[in-house]
């Protein structure tokens, strides 16, 4: 283990080791008879143990009398110093001290653990750029702090550095490794021209990059916000453990009391019953769910981001754990969303190239990966001055006005919607196809192919094997296509020519469905698309391959960075994995602490063995909890 502890940690732990010492040192001449002056009740012994005692426990005694001040009774410090208290007072010093000193040793050992796991999160911090180079106009390259970047500005990223915004490469290229932010431990290649994203690091070559993006814009600080605000999103599982000791705490407290003071009216031996109600409050003490559970759903969290999976919140993780059915859009999430024009269909009396110009004159205006692809494939420059009143239909297409003709770009929905009429013949229901209309008049169509993603079938196998009942695939494409592509992927259900809102009334009727049936959790993926109200509607949504959509992650519940399928089955088996080490923590702690305080009320177990169930339930909770962070769920 190699984390350096902090000052603070250090300090515990000197303080821990020399009370430790102490307090043995003082039992054995506790035991000494030949030292009378320090025999196990005199006052001299007593004040002997105030020293270990207030070495490790001023700070517990201390905010529990600001607590109570506050009128903040009744948390764990109340407990331990009540119970230590009362061990004072029967004259059980060691015990005082030795229970002030366990419990000290748990803190330490929860504080480390918290420690170890929040370093797997903040690697992902790491990602924050510390400065960035920026070089004037005369040539000289000013060293700013990332936040002081403009658009446009011209960075220099030297090898090894980190991209302090997103920005677009002009100058240079090489390979970056993306790693902290999608676990992919592949470089990448990029060449100018190519969209470069802050948080990156880049490798040995020296780039030139314009910044596209402010920083507080960009995919890094987006990121970094979200890691912060995780935390901040409960899920049930810890809110029920706060509820349970709200009330747990009182009642134990009342129970002492009862113990302490009712049986001596009847059996006198006022003084053990007063120890055996110190020790009833020793074992109360809820440390170990206290601790462990949020614990275990930060490693969950943790875990998932070494994965390149960002979760947002451990009710997300929670949810997925109950995962019962995924909706997933098709274009870009489970398939590549690189289309390829594979046919150009100019009508009767057009042609080719006048086809493509004014679908490339209109596609210029959009991000949609058939509009990319469009444009790819026809290399000349079109003026987009000359284009005027563009509209963007999601889910169907495109108008607008360009060299004084009006110009409907789109699919079948659309056509029909501006009431064009396309021959029969000239529809096409192979694969993805985008029709053109000019003026109303139907002038040919062009042929998108898209693939499914390579890890498609495998994923969806893996995620059946999850026990998820019901897979759905949704799209705005068309019915043949969606039913080959369900077809190649062993999808059986699936709904085509959706508009994004009709994907929302889609997962909603859906969503009725699941919550009828039982606990079971909806999950919509998406690449972010013309899907973000979906994403937002289902009970976790998902963003695929959103490294630098903002939309998405702003959308969506859990980021997957990397475009991965196969991050699905992963991280619902790291959610079943979290929420299993909780419950099973749960269940321990609740049954050794039960059995403890009957046996301790009976006067069978002790101070000493209340020190160790309590500090022993707590150590094997809080490691267990952090199995959560191992990469291999
Ligand atoms: P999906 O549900 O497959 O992700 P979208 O909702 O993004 O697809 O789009 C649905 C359909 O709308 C596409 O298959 C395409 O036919 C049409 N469409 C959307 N945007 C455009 C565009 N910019 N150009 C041409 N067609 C488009
Ligand atoms: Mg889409």
Not at 324 to 338: A, F, W
Request: proline residues 3%; glycine residues 8%.
């Amino acid at each position: 283990m190699k984390q350096k502890l902090t000052a603070k940690q250090q300090k515990s732990l000197r303080e821990i080791i020399i009370a430790g010492v102490l307090l043995a040192i003082l039992m054995v001449v506790e035991h000494t008879e030949s030292i009378p002056l320090f025999n196990e009740h005199s006052w001299t012994m007593l004040l002997a143990c105030l020293v270990p005692y207030l070495l490790v426990g001023r700070d517990v005694v201390r905010l529990c009398i600001k607590g109570i001040l506050n009128r903040q009774l009744l948390d764990e410090r109340f407990l331990m110093t009540i119970a230590t208290i009362g061990a004072f007072a029967t004259e059980e010093y060691c015990e005082a001290v030795a229970v002030m000193l366990f419990y000290q040793v748990g803190e330490f050992f929860q504080s480390y653990a918290v420690g170890k796991s929040r370093e797997s999160i903040q690697q992902l911090l790491t990602i924050a750029p510390e400065y960035a180079n920026v070089i004037a106009e005369d040539g000289s390259v000013e060293t700013v702090d990332p936040d002081d970047v403009e658009i446009g500005d011209v960075l220099l990223v030297k090898p090894g550095e980190k991209i302090p915004v997103d920005g677009t490469v002009i100058e240079g290229s090489g390979l970056i490794n993306t790693s902290a932010l999608t676990g992919e431990s592949m470089p990448r290649e990029v060449q100018v021209g190519d969209a470069i994203i802050s948080g990156c690091v880049n490798g040995e070559s020296l780039l030139k990059v314009r910044a596209d993006k402010l920083y507080d814009d960009s995919t890094v600080a987006q990121i970094l916000e979200l890691v912060e605000n995780a935390a901040t999103k409960k899920s049930k599982t810890e809110s029920f453990i706060t509820r349970f000791a709200r009330y747990y705490t009182p009642i134990v407290v009342a129970g002492a009391a009862i113990l302490a003071f009712i049986p001596p009216i009847f059996f006198g031996e006022f003084t053990k019953w007063m120890l055996r109600a110190c020790t009833f409050l020793v074992i109360s003490c809820p440390c170990a769910l206290v601790i462990s559970v949020p614990l275990a759903f930060f490693g969950g969290i943790g875990a998932a981001s070494k994965a390149g999976v960002l979760v947002k919140g451990s009710n997300y993780l929670e949810m997925m754990a109950n995962l019962d059915t995924i909706v997933s859009d098709k274009t870009g999430t489970l398939t590549q969303g690189k289309f390829k024009v594979s046919a150009v269909n100019p009508a009767a009396d057009f042609d080719k190239d006048s086809l493509m110009r004014y679908a490339a004159a209109v596609e210029q205006t959009s991000t949609h990966p058939i509009a990319v692809s469009i444009c790819e494939a026809y290399k000349d420059e079109i003026d987009p001055t000359a284009l005027a009143a563009v509209e963007n239909l999601a889910g169907r297409g495109i108008t607008a006005n360009f060299e004084g003709r009006k110009l409907a770009v789109g699919n079948m929905k659309l056509m029909n919607e501006l009431g064009v009429a396309v021959a029969e013949d000239a529809v096409i229901r192979s694969g993805t196809c985008v029709y053109i209309a000019v003026d109303g008049v139907y002038v040919g169509s062009i042929e998108v192919a898209d693939a499914p993603k390579s890890e498609a079938v495998r994923a969806i196998t893996d995620i059946r094997a999850e026990h998820v009942k019901n897979i759905v695939m949704l799209t705005g494409d068309a019915e043949d296509t969606a039913k080959k592509v369900a077809a190649e992927l062993g999808i059986t259900e699936y709904r085509a020519e959706l508009l994004p809102q009709d994907k929302v009334s889609v997962v909603e009727e859906l969503l009725e469905k699941v919550g009828v049936a039982g606990k079971g959790k909806l999950a919509f993926i998406g690449d972010g698309i013309n899907d973000a109200p979906v994403l937002t509607r289902a009970d976790v949504g998902i963003a695929m391959g959103s490294l630098g959509s903002d939309a998405a992650i702003e959308a969506a519940d859990i980021v997957i960075m990397d475009d991965n399928l196969e991050r699905i089955p992963t991280i619902i088996r790291i959610a079943r994995k979290t929420i299993g080490i909780s419950k099973a923590n749960i269940a321990f702690a609740l049954a050794v602490k039960i059995a403890c305080l009957v046996l301790g009320a009976a006067g069978i177990v002790g101070m000493w063995g209340a020190v160790f169930a309590d500090v022993g339930v707590a150590f094997i909770c809080i490691l267990n909890s952090m199995r959560t962070l191992a990469k291999n769920a």
